[in-house]
């Protein structure tokens, strides 16, 4: 099986262009972000504070994740129901961040990720992918863009949405994420040893994926 990794801070665009690398190589996406925002939002319903792990802990045995295709979108449904669009908000996000430093939250999904990486051939993004999740990955990639860059990203995508959102709150929450996942305990945000930089600052959408797409063919040829 083959798996490409593709780590990078929040907003980076990992999740679109993941997914879309995958699309183009028949693999299957697996959205770690989306699992971490699952149990954030999940401990959010709960009331719990998402940053305490001997209040998120317990929740674990009550909590069921699976990635599923509907109609050609892979959705996550969270203990039976499609939370997909539900955590795509910015208290969400938080909460992701907070519960993905509880080494409980990280040891509930390893299995799960791995497992699939060796059932199928898969592009995985998250923050330690590359390090920690797969080590051994064919390919991995570290995607990144200016803090400015990727708050106005967030900013346009709620927009597009008809959500009135702060573009100054958005870039204070990425630079916090920023800081969090980084300075973390567990499985800090870092780029792998052996992973290729792609800054993607200046690039849109359309050139973002298609400068991943070429790193991982190049990589790929190149390790036959």
């Not at 593709?6 to 999740?15: E, Q």
């Not at 080494?103 to 999904?109: G, S, Y």
Request: proline content about 4%.
């Amino acid at each position: 099986m083959k798996a490409i990794a593709i780590d990078g801070p929040a907003g980076a665009g990992k999740s679109t262009i993941a997914r879309a690398v995958a699309q183009e190589l028949q693999f299957i996406y697996v959205d770690t972000g989306a699992l971490y925002r699952s149990i954030g939002l999940y401990a959010v319903r709960k009331g719990k504070d998402y940053t305490d792990g001997a209040q998120v802990t317990p929740l674990l045995p009550g909590i069921r994740l699976e990635l599923k295709f509907v109609e050609g979108t892979q959705r996550v449904f969270l203990n039976g129901e499609d939370v997909s669009d539900l955590i795509r908000t910015p208290e969400i996000a938080m909460a992701a961040s907070g519960v993905s430093a509880i080494p409980a939250v990280r040891d509930f999904l390893f299995d799960l990720q791995r497992d699939m990486a060796k059932e199928h051939n898969v592009v995985m993004d998250g923050r330690d992918i590359g390090t920690v999740v797969l080590p051994d990955a064919d390919v991995k990639i570290f995607l990144t863009a200016s803090p400015e860059a990727r708050a106005r990203r967030r900013f346009d995508e709620h927009a597009a949405k008809g959500e009135k959102v702060s573009y100054d709150d958005i870039l204070r929450d990425v630079i916090t994420r920023d800081y969090n996942d980084s300075h973390r305990a567990v499985a800090p945000l870092k780029q792998a040893s052996d992973a290729l930089l792609l800054d993607t600052t200046d690039m849109d959408l359309k050139e973002s994926i298609q400068a991943v797409k070429d790193l991982v063919a190049g990589h790929l040829a190149a390790r036959k």
